[in-house]
T-cell receptor, first 110, second 115 residues
Framework: KQEVTQIPAALSVPEGENLVLNCSFT??????LQWFRQDPGKGLTSLLL?????REQTSGRLNASLDKSSGRSTLYIAASQPGDSATYLC?????????FGAGTTVTVRA | SQTIHQWPATLVQPVGSPLSLECTVE??????LYWYRQAAGRGLQLLFY??????ISSEVPQNLSASRPQDRQFILSSKKLLLSDSGFYLC??????????????FGPGTRLTVL
């Protein structure tokens, strides 16, 4: 069974600081890994998708890396802004299913 | 472009009452469809997924059921709700083409409170 862990569970930083969010998974036989953002009471917004053959993906201020052999991914958010405050979830795809971590709740202080 | 709709957005139901949540996807054909539940303080739990009309796979045995009467319509039902059914229900889809390598997209969710 695939287990996904996200550390830390919560993070508070001043505006402008870079954010580093960690995700680990137990079974490296994955198709891809996806990072999502969830605002309170809302659905999930897909941020980045990394295929198992890729090492990283970038979108604007977001960069995600994947080390499949060690079962780890890291999401970097550069120059954080108050609007980045949200819960960030990582999920790994195996078979046709996504297995999710519990998320990291980020607060960016103005 | 593709969009996914869920309704209702919020629902308050008494214990023992029936449930029907609906999800529709626009702008695509033959999507894979999923129902997830997010309970307070817990991660997302996959409940059901479907790779075609009438094809439903259940991940967690419980008093919920799912149906897919049309290609882009996915329904979550219960005959009698339990208190433990409270939570945030999310529908998701990804394109069938490309198999398991596709990005998954989520709807806005339905907040269900069972009293």
């Amino acid at each position: 069974k695939q287990e996904v862990t996200q550390i830390p569970a919560a993070l508070s930083v001043p505006e402008g600081e870079n954010l580093v969010l960690n995700c680990s998974f137990t079974d490296s036989a994955i198709y891809n890994l996806q990072w999502f953002r969830q605002d309170p009471g809302k659905g999930l917004t897909s941020l980045l998708l990394i295929q198992s053959s890729q090492r990283e993906q970038t979108s604007g201020r977001l960069n995600a890396s994947l080390d499949k052999s060690s079962g780890r991914s890291t999401l970097y958010i550069a120059a954080s802004q108050p609007g980045d405050s949200a819960t960030y979830l990582c999920a790994v795809k195996y078979d046709y299913k996504l297995s999710f971590g519990a998320g990291t709740t980020v607060t960016v202080r103005a | 472009s593709q969009t996914i709709h869920q309704w209702p957005a919020t629902l308050v139901q008494p214990v023992g009452s029936p449930l029907s949540l609906e999800c529709t996807v626009e702008g695509t054909s033959n999507p894979n469809l999923y129902w997830y539940r997010q309970a307070a303080g817990r991660g997302l739990q996959l409940l059901f997924y479907s790779v075609g009309i009438g094809q439903i796979s259940s991940e967690v045995p419980q008093n919920l059921s799912a149906s897919r009467p049309q290609d882009r319509q996915f329904i979550l039902s219960s005959k009698k709700l339990l208190l433990s059914d409270s939570g945030f229900y999310l529908c998701a889809w990804n394109p069938m083409a490309g198999g398991p390598y596709n990005e998954q997209f989520f709807g806005p969710g339905t907040r269900l409170t069972v009293l």
